[in-house]
């Protein structure tokens, strides 16, 4: 059982380039999560989806993409990389249920040159 | 979601107990109060969750006041790899439309020194 694994570990990007960031879970969860967290700071809700086909943005959604065409998986999409993206990225997952636990991954650290 | 607001840093002996406090003065009757804490930049590690009663499990225990506007959580015997920060975050329980998101605040960093 892997739980939430996040793909790649590290990543530089150039100004303007694009990527997708990886989020996969084996656990049959229905809600996932990315955030993103700034040195010293708290994590910030990026996207968010209940369910295959349902994705809705979250505190800080701007400059990102989420699609969830399976319930395993949830990429987070930058189209155009700017430097306000460096950043540390983190996946989560739910299971189905009125009170659950969240599971992170153990993060994408990106930074934007 | 409430908000809450915690001290932005602690410190705590070594195998001395740790109560870390959290304000929610605006929480809701349908709101739970969850802790989390992240390790080094690792992923946030859920540690326990309650709605109004005092709960306890194998890491911690979590005291809700009658009024549930302020809680505690409390680390028995605090060791040097309980150095973290801390999150306190109330939330809506998932399931029946809700999206059981959790909304971060700064949290408290506890060094628990030698």
């Known amino acids: 059982n892997a739980g939430v694994t996040q793909t790649p570990k590290f990543r530089i990007l150039k100004i303007g380039q694009s990527m997708t960031l990886q989020c996969a879970q084996d656990?049959?969860?229905?809600?996932m999560y990315w955030y993103r967290q700034d040195p010293g700071m708290g994590l910030k809700l990026i996207y968010y989806?209940?369910?295959?086909?349902?994705?809705d943005k979250g505190e800080v959604p701007n400059g990102y993409n989420v699609s969830r065409s399976t319930t395993e998986d949830f990429p987070l999409r930058l189209e155009l990389a700017a430097p306000s993206q460096t950043s540390v990225y983190f996946c989560?997952?739910?299971?189905?249920?009125?009170?659950?636990?969240?599971?992170f991954g153990q993060g994408t650290r990106l930074t934007v040159v | 979601d409430a908000k809450t607001t915690q001290p932005p840093s602690m410190d705590c002996a070594e195998g001395r107990a740790a109560n870390l406090p959290c304000n929610h003065s605006?929480?809701?009757?349908?709101?739970?109060v969850y802790w989390y804490r992240q390790i080094h930049s690792q992923g946030p590690q859920y540690i326990i969750h309650?709605?109004?009663n005092n709960e306890t499990n194998e890491m911690a225990s979590l005291i809700i006041t009658e009024d549930r506007k302020s809680s505690t959580l409390i680390l028995p015997h605090a060791t040097l790899r309980d150095t973290a920060v801390y999150y306190c975050?109330?939330?809506?329980?998932?399931?029946?439309?809700?999206?059981?998101?959790?909304?971060f605040g700064q949290g408290t960093t506890l060094q628990v020194k030698p």
């Open positions: 656990m049959n969860h229905n809600y």
């Open positions: 605006t929480i809701s009757g349908n709101e739970y």
């Open positions: 975050i109330v939330r809506v329980a998932g399931g029946s439309g809700n999206t059981g998101k959790l909304i």
């Open positions: 989806s209940v369910g295959a086909g349902i994705t």
């Open positions: 989560a997952s739910s299971p189905p249920g009125s009170v659950t636990e969240a599971f």
């Open positions: 309650g709605l109004k």
